[in-house]
């Protein structure tokens, strides 16, 4: 139950309304209204971060070509250029090739967009702060991800175009392949761990940043570059970007599309490139913890504070809030840093040839993620044989434990006795 005691944590805002008196203490209307809050919440993420985000590509691009980029609009450093972008491409006459499936190609658009915004569902932003804390987190949201390449064929197909069908079979072939080892590295520190849960994983990596998985062992280690080079092969990023060819002179799939549904695929491209940053925090990076041990020292003991107001809603803890919002302020920063570098990667390296891309992938990045894999499954026979326990250093906690072993249960305020049946009932079972 930890990580519900707060109206603000995942299945906290269901509690509190069946808690409540009237037509919204039902079950159904519950869930239904946490589940609107989620998805409210996070479509203004995913909407607001690409602003920031192309604003900020076009500031690192300026930079390693000598350039200021945007400086005009907004201000010195051109805060509102992306804006002012998006109000041009809303006002642009929104076309349709004659040849084209209309039905599928008005449809394109909205796959890829919400195959890469259902992704952010179950990222862990804070301790309990996550839409659907799944089990099996990490799975659903390659899974998930993965359904953008049928939005990529279908804009490809539906078009009536034979470059924009080009584009889109060269986009499938590379997404498609390109996850098999993203998928594989991912399990590097799941195997480690032994949960799929991505609030487990991230508990786990608590206190210094030594307990980060990207430093538990030389296979994790290595594995987060893996995963990072493949997840920025995935999310159609140069290097490895072929959807505009050189040969052809136009953009790949989406040649055909304009105005506000054009902005659509952009707007996934840079949400899925905080979603596999977000997957690279929360496996290898620590999650919400910030790697300096403030956590224990500083933000667990606030958590009760501020419990019981009268003037607050119940089960609404300050100290809690204030803690969540610190963790996931560290997480975002993490997803931040990681979507800069491969902005910084785009503008630095050359595009390589269609070939080129396939090859690395099946000669070089499968193998290499197949044997961390391997390694990782044996490291702690390893260790066992050689220091006669499963861990590195003597004393330590064996992951395994650590991901299943909940903190210490947080003061749950005074709440209503519906609430409070249904809290003794779960923790009970």
């Known amino acids: 139950m930890a990580g519900m005691t707060s109206l603000f944590a995942a299945g906290g805002i269901a509690e509190y309304l069946q808690g409540l008196d009237g037509r919204l203490s039902s079950e159904t209307w519950a869930f239904a209204i946490a589940a609107i809050v989620h998805a409210v919440l996070i479509i203004n993420f995913f909407a607001v971060a690409p602003l920031f985000y192309i604003w900020l590509e076009r500031k690192v691009a300026g930079r390693i070509q000598d350039r200021l980029g945007p400086t005009r609009v907004g201000g010195k450093f051109g805060w509102l250029q992306t804006l002012a972008d998006g109000v041009k491409l809303i006002q642009k006459e929104d076309l349709c090739p004659q040849a084209a499936d209309r039905m599928l190609f008005r449809l394109s658009p909205y796959l890829v967009f919400v195959a890469s915004f259902a992704a952010m569902m179950v990222l862990p932003w804070s301790d309990g702060w996550i839409a659907q804390n799944l089990d099996v987190g990490i799975f659903f949201m390659l899974a998930v991800m993965s359904l953008e390449v049928m939005g990529v064929i279908l804009a490809g197909y539906s078009s009536g175009s034979k470059w924009s069908l080009f584009g889109g079979m060269r986009e499938a072939a590379q997404v498609v392949s390109y996850e098999i080892p993203m998928a594989i590295c991912a399990l ?74 054009w902005s659509y695929f952009f707007m996934a491209e840079y949400g899925s490139m905080f979603a596999v940053s977000g997957i690279a925090t929360a496996l290898f990076l620590g999650g919400w913890q910030t790697g300096l041990g403030i956590e224990q020292a500083l933000l667990d003991p606030l958590r009760n504070w501020g ?14 809030y204030i803690a969540n919002l610190v963790g996931c302020l560290v997480f975002i920063t993490k997803g931040c840093v990681l979507v800069f570098v491969q902005m910084w990667v785009r503008w630095t390296l050359p595009r390589l040839r269609i070939d080129q891309v396939m090859a690395t992938c099946l000669k070089y990045l499968l193998p290499i993620s197949c044997f961390l894999f391997l390694g990782v499954t044996l490291w702690p026979l390893v260790v066992y044989q050689a220091w006669g326990r499963t861990t590195v250093f003597e004393g330590s906690t064996p992951l395994g434990n650590k991901a299943f072993t909940r903190p210490a249960p947080k003061a749950i305020p005074a709440a209503a006795p519906k609430a409070t049946a249904m809290l003794e009932r779960e923790v009970g079972s």
């Open 188 to 261: 590097v520190p799941v195997t480690a761990l032994g949960t799929l849960n991505m609030v487990d994983i991230s508990r786990a990596q608590s206190g210094t940043l030594v307990n980060w998985m990207v430093f538990h062992d030389p296979f994790c280690f290595f594995a987060f570059f893996v995963y990072f080079t493949v997840a920025t092969a995935s999310v159609k990023r140069a290097p490895f970007d072929l959807a505009e060819a050189e040969s052809e002179l136009v953009a790949g799939f989406h040649t055909e599309y304009s105005g506000i549904r």
């Open 307 to 320: 419990s019981g107001q009268a003037w607050l809603p119940k089960g609404f803890v300050v100290g809690n």
